[in-house]
């Protein structure tokens, strides 16, 4: 099955220890991205990817870190740096960034902090 | 600053009757436009889209409509199925994924 997929459902973090987030896909695709929604408010845009050894901030990328080693996998780091970390994290994917080329999912990471 | 707006956080409406889902925007720049539909436990799906240069756009029983002069779009759904219960998110970008921004989302019951 082709998809996309996000690991762990439920992650939790304390103060001051970084987290890693999980995002891999085996749809082909060369853009992938990380968004974050809290309550109240629409997904904002954390980082993306357009291709491999390649990434750019999105709007709210400060106390964040990404990786694209793979076009499969696009992990998410939360650092210590990031003060308001617990929100519902969403990958995506899609065969280019350009308008029109349609973004897929993953099902999502709930972080916590303790 | 939320440049796309759902103001209507749930909606419920009976089986077969018409649902209405609004978004509004302040970002003239705007030119696309999108629907997504999310179920509980699994990411966002493409629904519909439209580009600024139609104000319509139907696929089966789904409809989109771009007021430009409004800032306003809306989605249709004829006839309501208790399957279309799921949180609806609108999506507006002036260039590409990257410039996408989203509302809120609006939650749809539609009741047997």
């Known amino acids: 099955d082709g998809g996309i997929t996000q690991s762990p459902k439920y992650l939790f973090r304390k103060e001051g220890q970084n987290v890693t987030l999980s995002c891999e896909q085996n749809l082909n695709h060369d853009a992938m991205y990380w968004y974050r929604q809290d309550p109240g408010q629409g997904l904002r845009l954390i980082y993306y990817s357009q291709i491999v050894n390649d990434f750019q901030k999105g709007d709210i990328a400060e106390g964040y870190s990404v990786s694209r080693e793979k076009k499969e996998s696009f992990p998410l780091t939360v650092t210590s740096a990031q003060k308001n970390p617990t929100a519902f994290y969403l990958c995506?994917?899609?065969?280019?960034?350009?308008?029109?080329?349609?973004?897929?999912f993953g099902p999502g990471t709930r972080l916590l902090v303790l | 600053d939320q440049q796309v707006k759902q103001n209507s956080p749930s909606l419920s409406v009976q089986e077969g009757r018409i649902s209405i889902l609004n978004c509004d925007y302040t970002?003239?720049?705007?030119?696309?436009f999108l629907w997504y539909k999310k179920y509980p436990a699994e990411g966002p799906t493409f629904l519909i889209s439209i580009s600024s240069i139609k104000d319509k756009n139907e696929d089966g029983r789904f409809t989109v409509f771009l007021n430009k002069s409004a800032k306003h779009l809306s989605l249709h759904i004829v006839p309501s199925q208790p399957g279309d219960s799921a949180v609806y998110f609108c999506a507006a970008s002036a260039g590409n994924n990257n410039d996408m921004r989203f509302g809120a989302g609006t939650r749809l019951t539609v009741k047997p």
């Open positions: 970002n003239s720049m705007f030119d696309y």
């Open positions: 995506a994917s899609s065969f280019g960034a350009e308008r029109g080329e349609t973004q897929y």
